[in-house]
Nanobody
Framework: QVQLVESGGGLVQPGGSLRLSCAAS????????MGWFRQAPGKEREFVGA????????DYADSVKGRFTISRDNAKNTVYLQMNSLKPEDTAVYYC????????????????WGQGTQVTVSS
């Protein structure tokens, strides 16, 4: 059983940056691929990006390529989502998830989910 806790969300102006963290409060992330998803009000939860258990391969949604970067530190049991050049349309609740399937672009690829952290991009 893996329990995930996201942090780092908040209010940021357009063009700004935020770094989200996803830590395991129980269990280990080192054997799991990790994904980030987001859900805006009234919309489906959508894939943002994913990283393999080793960190050697990453995948991103087209909407965030070149702006968002996923990384992980298995020694710290933590995964990060660095978000730069933020836009109002990036406003959403961001979720991290752990699973064993790759490529992990579907919600069904993940077994464990965090509670989410709110990101609001507004001037």
């Amino acid at each position: 059983q893996v329990q995930l806790v996201e942090s780092g969300g908040g209010l940021v102006q357009p063009g700004g940056s935020l770094r989200l963290s996803c830590a395991a409060s129980r269990g280990t992330l080192s054997r799991n691929h990790m994904g980030w998803f987001r859900q805006a009000p009234g919309k489906e939860r959508e894939f943002v990006g994913a990283i393999t258990w080793s960190g050697g391969t990453k995948d991103y949604a087209d909407s965030v390529k070149g702006r968002f970067t996923i990384s992980r530190d298995n020694a710290k049991n933590t995964v990060y989502l660095q978000m730069n050049s933020l836009k109002p349309e990036d406003t959403a609740v961001y979720y991290c998830a752990a699973g064993t399937r790759w490529p992990g672009i579907r919600r069904a690829d993940y077994l464990y989910w965090g509670q989410g952290t709110q990101v609001t991009v507004s001037s």
